[in-house]
């Protein structure tokens, strides 16, 4: 299975900052990638698909770049609603998998 | 509005079968342009897939799962389920169905996303 790594596990941010984090994955992948958000409590909701391909709704402050093993989701106005964990997932071959998340919180 | 509902119970005890239904409104489980999918997440740990099952019965698992998991539709009641066997406390997680696209294309490949998520149960396993 391909494993997706992401980076930083962990993040604090201010309400305005432009934030960016990566996802790797462990082979090649081309761009079939996404992202998700994840609030406590609740399911992952899709921001990002074909790693860089906005999903219908979610705010234009997100967007995705990236091919072949290395991907990055940047939020360029961090809101205070953004404030949750971002998963990549990998769609490229089965089984599908998930990276290991990295937590937005505030400083 | 797609909406997905898991509906099962919360504790199981270790070495029995777990089963969960997923019923969607909103929508035909039986379009084409979907799959159905069962995700677990362990509390503080990572998304797992599961597998999925298209309407007309075909279905994959992850190898990880494989021998304990079946997955299967109904398409009259616009439901489909999830059993998973031989539980130990590792299969402790929330539980999520999920609907994965499958006629979305992305630049390489089919965009296999998942787009609508129930609300998630607790499974717990113990005895």
């Known amino acids: 299975a391909i494993q997706l790594t992401q980076s930083p596990s962990s993040l604090s941010a201010s309400v305005g900052d432009r934030v960016t984090f990566t996802c790797r994955a462990s082979?090649?992948?081309?761009?079939?990638l996404a992202w998700y958000q994840q609030k406590p409590g609740k399911p992952p909701n899709l921001l990002i698909y074909d790693a860089s391909s906005l999903e219908s709704g979610v705010p234009s402050r997100f967007s995705g770049s990236g091919s072949g093993t290395d991907f990055t989701l940047t939020i360029s106005s961090l809101q205070p609603e953004d404030f949750a964990t971002y998963y990549c997932?990998?769609?490229?071959?089965?089984?599908?998998?998930f990276g290991p998340g990295t937590k937005v919180d505030i400083k | 509005q797609v909406q997905l509902q898991e509906s099962g119970p919360g504790l199981v005890k270790p070495s029995q079968t777990l089963s969960l239904t997923c019923t969607v409104s909103g929508g035909s489980i039986s379009s084409g342009d979907y799959y159905w999918s069962w995700i677990r997440q362990p509390p503080g740990e990572d998304l797992e897939w599961i597998g999925y099952i298209y309407y007309s019965g075909s279905t994959y698992y992850n190898p990880s799962l494989k021998s304990r998991v079946t997955i299967s539709v109904d398409t009259s009641k616009n439901q489909f389920s999830l059993k998973l066997s031989s539980l130990t406390a590792a299969d402790t997680a929330v539980y999520y169905c999920?609907?994965?696209?499958?006629?979305?294309?992305?630049?390489?490949?089919?965009?296999?996303?998942?787009?609508?998520w129930g609300q998630g149960t607790l499974v717990t396993v113990s005895s």
């Open positions: 997932q990998q769609f490229s071959s089965y089984p599908f998998t």
């Open positions: 999920a609907r994965q696209t499958a006629a979305r294309y992305c630049s390489s490949t089919t965009c296999y996303v998942f787009d609508y």
């Open positions: 082979q090649g992948i081309s761009s079939a």
